[in-house]
């Protein structure tokens, strides 16, 4: 179990769960094209592109982590036919779950998204059709992205649970799940300052760690947070400082080989950021996997500017592979 006082999450995911949220998260990054057009990848997938899209990417991403469609959840374009099939099964309910479908507006016909985390307080989710805020266009947006969003938001309509979703339609607790199915948990951060260089890649070194009982970070400044074979959850934080504003820049992860001289074999979904200041906060939460014997490691680049890294912190739950 993870220590209270590095994360605060009642929710986990077990196999099914997270090969949806692993599906899901594919995606993140993923803008329409052209720009407000609704046109996607997934609307061509589910056979009516040009549409809103929301519920479409949940009906596709389902489908594609190998849930039954109109058997273990809803196939269709519309929120409000979605909410009408949960509740219709008996699967719909005001408690969140770990691979339940959140539904948004009157009726919950506004909007929909992915719950992938269960905290005290809000949800993590991934959704299509949306924007990086709920505070701001929170449906009718222009691509895939993972937020955080308050459970007491007046927004949230309710959940729906498909049958291979972790926990049951009535219970009342947050997810339940056997032993086996917890995840280990690594917290690292950063106290010395890094520089980083224009237009090129700067590899993330991690030199405090918070929790690592399974001695995946190597002792002392090392950028290795941890090694496979294993699937993840992930949450980056960066602060940048002395760089202008409006200065463009990318976070990522990658998987490297440590037989290969660390070259990078994977590289997991970008995250494009625009600075607001010249101290700039940026948070990122990748899920994937790593391969067996491979290394995960964090990166940053500027364009254009020179920055300094002056602080940074990681955050992962992860299950052997």
């Given at each position: 179990m993870p220590s209270t006082t590095d994360s605060s999450t009642v929710g986990w995911a077990n196999a099914t769960s997270m090969a949806v949220i692993r599906r899901a998260a594919r995606d993140i990054g993923m803008r329409e094209?052209?720009?407000?057009?609704?046109?996607?990848?997934?609307?061509e997938a589910f056979g009516w592109?040009?549409?809103?899209?929301?519920?479409?990417?949940?009906s596709i991403w389902f489908k594609e982590a190998g849930y039954?469609?109109?058997?273990?959840?809803?196939?269709?374009?519309?929120?409000?036919?979605?909410?009408?099939?949960?509740?219709?099964?008996?699967?719909?309910?005001?408690t969140p779950k770990v691979g339940a479908m959140i539904f948004y507006g009157p009726g919950g016909g506004t909007h929909v998204e992915l719950v992938v985390e269960v905290h005290p307080t809000y949800?993590?989710?991934?959704?299509?059709?949306?924007?990086?805020?709920?505070?701001?266009?929170?449906?009718?947006?222009?691509?895939?992205?993972?937020?955080s969003v308050s459970r007491s938001s007046s927004r949230i309509y309710g959940y729906g649970y498909p049958f291979k979703a972790t926990g049951s339609a009535d219970d009342s607790s947050s997810v339940v799940i056997g032993e086996d199915d917890m995840p280990k948990y690594i917290s690292l951060?950063?106290?010395?300052?890094?520089?980083?260089?224009?237009?090129?890649?700067?590899?993330?070194?991690?030199?405090k760690e918070y929790s690592d009982k399974h001695k995946q970070h190597g002792d002392g400044n090392y950028p290795t947070i941890m090694s496979g074979p294993a699937y993840f959850m992930s949450t980056v934080g960066i602060t940048i400082e002395d760089v202008p504003k409006?200065?463009?820049?990318?976070?990522?992860?990658?998987?490297?080989?440590?037989?290969?001289?660390?070259?990078?074999?994977?590289t997991y979904p970008i995250q494009e950021f625009t600075t607001t200041?010249?101290?700039?906060?940026?948070?990122?939460?990748?899920i994937g996997s790593v391969s067996k014997g491979m290394r995960l490691r964090a990166q940053v680049v500027l364009f254009g500017r020179t920055g300094k890294l002056t602080g940074r912190t990681v955050k992962i739950f992860y299950w052997d592979k």
């Open positions: 094209k052209p720009p407000g057009s609704n046109r996607t990848p997934l609307g592109n040009g549409v809103a899209w929301c519920q479409i990417a949940q039954t469609p109109n058997v273990d959840y809803p196939w269709t374009a519309a929120c409000a036919a979605a909410v009408s099939w949960f509740k219709r099964k008996g699967r719909f309910g005001r949800v993590v989710t991934i959704g299509g059709n949306t924007s990086g805020s709920l505070n701001g266009a929170y449906y009718a947006g222009d691509g895939v992205y993972k937020k951060g950063g106290l010395k300052s890094q520089e980083l260089a224009a237009d090129k890649w700067t590899t993330i070194w991690w030199d409006g200065t463009e820049g990318q976070l990522r992860l990658i998987e490297v080989n440590p037989k290969k001289d660390m070259k990078v074999s994977k200041s010249g101290r700039h906060f940026e948070t990122y939460g990748p």
